[in-house]
């Protein structure tokens, strides 16, 4: 399976910003679509938002729209997450994971095991 491995995570301040990058070492991204995912302690995880593998098309959580914006660069092999106004709801561990569907939201397939460690990101004053 598609092993992928996230970065960009931190400490921010309500009202902050902070860029996450998924990149895969060994395979390449460009004909996958990508989803971000989040789980916060206690939570499951859910899905944030998430874009094909033309960049194309793109899909958000409700809570985030507005906030957060996905992109690709397939030359780099690599997806981000772009967070603005963070909150502190938005504290959680970020993952980046292969997707099947995109709509109505971002969905892996239901034999999908291989997350990776994630990042962690906590916002706080």
């Known amino acids: 399976q598609l092993q992928l491995v996230e970065s960009g995570g931190g400490l921010v301040q309500p009202g902050g910003s902070l860029r996450l990058s998924c990149a895969a070492s060994?395979?390449?991204?460009?004909?996958?679509?990508i989803g971000w995912f989040r789980q916060a302690p206690g939570k499951e995880r859910e899905g944030v938002s998430c874009?094909?593998?033309?960049?194309?098309?793109?899909n958000y959580a409700e809570t985030v729209k507005g906030r957060f914006t996905i992109s690709r660069d397939n030359a780099r092999n690599t997806v981000y997450l772009q967070m603005f106004v963070l909150e502190p709801e938005d504290t959680a561990v970020y993952y980046c994971?292969?997707?099947?569907?995109?709509?109505?939201?971002?969905?892996?397939?239901?034999?999908?095991?291989?997350w990776g460690q994630g990042t962690l990101v906590t916002v706080s004053s």
């Open positions: 060994r395979f390449t991204l460009n004909y996958s679509a």
């Open positions: 874009i094909s593998s033309s960049g194309g098309v793109t």
């Open positions: 994971a292969p997707v099947i569907t995109l709509q109505p939201m971002c969905a892996t397939s239901n034999t999908f095991n291989a």
